[in-house]
């Protein structure tokens, strides 16, 4: 028989957590302000007034739209009285400033701009009055409530990347490390970096920490590359054996890419008629095979100051790549685009070329591969109301990722003040305004240079601090650096599993997001620890 003090603490829970629960869910109870829209994560309310006696359009603008046109957010009716606003609630982002435009709908006569940086989940008022003068039109924001502050509103068996692994005693840790730190990082942006917008890619042109991570993989694939092939090479193994292997380890990753990671079949059985053909796997190998190719028809052995000139014929090679990828780039017709367009198309540059997204590289993946066979849903679509079909791994990035990764396998230190005067070359120091400015999705020549130059630093001073001075062990990055392939093809295919996805209690919480997606990312490092303690290694 169950004791009523038992009654009691079941009924005493129950209603606790039916309190948290309303409180969790913000319902009028626990928020007894009035909330004027149901806001999202990265928006925010926003309600105008118009006192005026003329209807009026309000319409906005994000700072990171570059060349963009205003967009329409909705009408405002005319105040009723004097002294009398109507008042319509609207939905604002919160990621970036915005500008506010408004418009008398009779005249599309401009009446004000409010430029703003709204908070996320905060409550906002526009007013728009006349003062002591009927014809000077004043328009302020207030700030109601913020109901969050923060950020505004993402031969041994132990290699996995290189041609011929070495034992664990003779790997450098260094390499190792920072593999494995860009992969954590690629892990935790992969699985929503908490949804904050700098864990998100970039729309277009600029930089956020996840774009920073992928090019990194592919630089210090590079570097391994020269190490294992001159390696192997010293120890007498052909070159045409080495090549073999380089082929072979190439068409594996591009299989797995194609057909492990790239489709969903939580959605169905494979689908070739609108399969993805290009993909990370798919980029890193390509990038391996050429790049490897070239440096087995180079003697490696030295590292000194004739490096450049023994690497003459591969750097010749580079040179063409580069110069195919700028004559198609800027000189390849494009129909109903302008020569050499590097833009988002959709509402940017002021709407004029709605669907060159991309230009030239855009209109060789959709004449290559077809429109059903690359990336739908790009980055550009969010802030450029983009609706081109348009992949950030597509055939001409392709080009610039074997430049990417050849950087890597020229570790100097000239290097890094000649990548640096590049990339300021090319982009003048701005973010819209250089002749080729740093771009993800196109993986244009100054996102190489600019990623090549960072990761150069990065990777010296960890060599500096794991290998020379050994005042870092590299842990916890070492481990998923060991076993890359398998974490990064893991954390792929078992995403929507539990533990490393859940349903939460609120889908709109930056929190939970968060702590969900370091748990997640922290289960690949313990997990490949634990390979590492059993010495288990996946390898290709």
């Known amino acids: 028989m169950v004791q009523p003090e038992k009654h009691y603490k079941v009924f005493f829970l129950a209603v606790v957590t039916l309190l948290v629960a309303i409180c969790v869910a913000e319902v009028p109870l626990c928020h007894p302000r009035h909330k004027a829209t149901v806001v999202k994560m990265d928006e925010a309310s926003l309600t105008v007034n118009n006192e005026l006696g003329a209807e009026m359009v309000v319409s906005w603008l994000s700072d990171h739209c570059y060349q963009c046109v205003y967009q329409p957010l909705g009408v405002v009716p005319a105040g009723p009285g004097p002294g009398i606003p109507s008042s319509v609630d609207f939905t604002v982002g919160t990621q970036h400033g915005i500008t506010l435009q408004l418009n008398s709908s009779l005249v599309s006569l401009e009446l004000c701009t409010v430029h703003f940086h709204f908070w996320e989940h905060g409550n906002y008022s526009l007013w728009v009055k006349n003062l002591n003068d009927s014809s000077v039109v004043n328009c302020s924001v207030v700030t109601d409530t913020e109901t969050e502050l923060g950020f505004p509103g993402r031969t041994v068996e132990t290699a996995t990347d290189t041609i011929l692994p070495a034992t664990p005693s003779r790997r450098l840790r260094s390499l190792d490390t920072f593999r494995g730190l860009s992969l954590v990082i690629m892990v935790f942006v992969n699985y929503g970096g908490g949804r904050y917008w700098f864990f998100r890619h970039e729309s277009w042109n600029g930089l956020t920490v996840a774009d920073l991570v992928f090019p990194w993989f592919v630089f210090i694939m590079g570097t391994s590359i020269s190490l ?313």
């Open 228 to 540: 294992s092939v001159s390696s192997a090479l010293r120890c007498g193994l052909s070159r045409f054996s080495l090549f073999t292997k380089a082929v072979w380890r190439s068409v594996q990753l591009f299989l797995i890419g194609l057909l492990i990671i790239n489709p969903n079949y939580c959605q169905g059985p494979l689908s070739w008629d609108s399969l993805r053909i290009p993909g990370v796997l798919q980029r890193l190998a390509f990038s391996y095979l050429v790049v490897a190719s070239l440096d087995l028809c180079v003697d490696a052995w030295w590292y000194s100051a004739r490096e450049f000139l023994l690497y003459w014929p591969a750097w010749l090679c580079v040179i063409v790549l580069e110069t195919v990828w700028l004559c198609l780039t800027f000189l390849l017709p494009v129909p109903d685009c302008p020569s050499g367009y590097l833009g988002p198309g959709g509402i940017g540059d002021m709407g004029q070329y709605p669907n060159c997204t991309g230009g030239a590289a855009g209109y060789v993946d959709r004449w290559l591969l077809g429109e059903n066979h690359i990336y739908q849903t790009p980055s550009s679509r969010v802030i450029y109301k983009s609706h081109m079909p348009f992949d950030p791994e597509g055939v001409l990035g392709s080009i610039n990722s074997v430049l990417m990764a050849f950087l890597g396998l020229q570790v100097t230190g000239i290097i890094i003040h000649c990548l640096g005067i590049i990339s300021a070359t090319l982009t003048k120091c701005s973010l819209n305004e250089g002749f080729i400015p740093i771009n993800k999705n196109l993986w244009s020549l100054s996102y190489v240079t600019t990623l090549a130059c960072f990761g150069l630093l990065l990777l010296v001073l960890i060599y500096y601090t794991v290998d020379v001075r050994r005042w870092w062990s590299g842990a916890p990055f070492y481990y998923p650096g060991m076993n890359s392939i398998l974490v990064y093809v893991g954390h792929e295919v078992l995403e929507e599993y539990f533990p490393f996805r859940w349903r939460m209690a609120n889908n709109q919480s930056h929190a939970e997001h968060l702590t969900q997606n370091l748990l997640a990312t922290s289960c690949w490092v313990l997990i490949s620890f634990l390979l590492y303690r059993k010495n288990i290694f996946w390898k290709i």
